[in-house]
T-cell receptor
């Protein structure tokens, strides 16, 4: 079964610090790697996504780093804020368009003041 | 206002009862998905549909059924065969072609009485 392994399961970060969440995959056919953010009682929302032709993508305080040879990708949240406290999911899919995403099990981030 | 709506927000099921969760989208998306979310388990795919009148089983389809008679609608029925239905159910949709982004609805929480 295709899997995406996500760590850590939970993370506590001081306000202003850097939050780092890691994901690893085995299927080299994956070609799309999004990160979703979910607040309690809400549906997940796309945060940022990357394709394997680039090693890094940055949007504001959020950065994805991608290591194709290691089959790993990570989310970095710079200057973490209490409003970033949420559950984050990494995911992967094969072939552009209309293919189900395979999700990691999620990381619950708490940013404390 | 474009988006995905799910109803009801909370649903209670009695033993032996079938219940149907509604999912409607006005984004003109071709593909629709149903996920089940349990604490610490991430999002697990139940069923997905890439086109009207066609759908495929996901990883945990047993005890569930779907229909896709209209592009905008993808209802999920939780049958009495699903012995552990208590969970948060999420519907998503995506546009066919290059854009893989899945947009999620607000979810339905199903509880067993």
């Amino acid at each position: 079964q295709q899997q995406v392994k996500q760590s850590p399961q939970s993370l506590i970060v001081q306000k202003g610090g850097i939050s780092i969440i890691n994901c690893a995959y085995e299927n080299t056919a994956f070609d799309y790697f999004p990160w979703y953010q979910q607040f309690p009682g809400k549906g997940p929302a796309l945060l940022i996504a990357i394709r394997p032709d680039v090693s890094e993508k940055k949007e504001g305080r959020f950065t994805i780093s991608f290591n194709k040879s290691a089959k790993q990708f990570s989310l970095h949240i710079m200057d973490s804020q209490p409003g970033d406290s949420a559950t984050y999911f990494c995911a992967a899919s094969i072939n552009s368009g209309n293919t189900p995403l395979v999700f990691g099990k999620g990381t619950r981030l708490s940013v404390i003041a | 206002d474009g988006g995905i709506t799910q109803s009801p927000k909370y649903l209670f099921r009695k033993e032996g009862q079938n219940v149907t969760l509604s999912c409607e989208q006005n984004l003109n998306h071709d593909a629709m998905y149903w996920y089940r979310q349990d604490p610490g388990q991430g999002l697990r795919l139940i069923y997905y549909s890439q086109i009207v009148n066609d759908f495929q089983k996901g990883d945990i389809a047993e005890g569930y059924s779907v229909s896709r008679e209209k592009k905008e609608s993808f209802p999920l029925t939780v049958t009495s065969a699903q012995k552990n239905p208590t969970a948060f159910y999420l519907c998503a949709s995506s546009k066919s072609g290059i854009e893989e982004t899945q947009y999620f609805g607000p979810g339905t929480r199903l509880l067993v009485l």
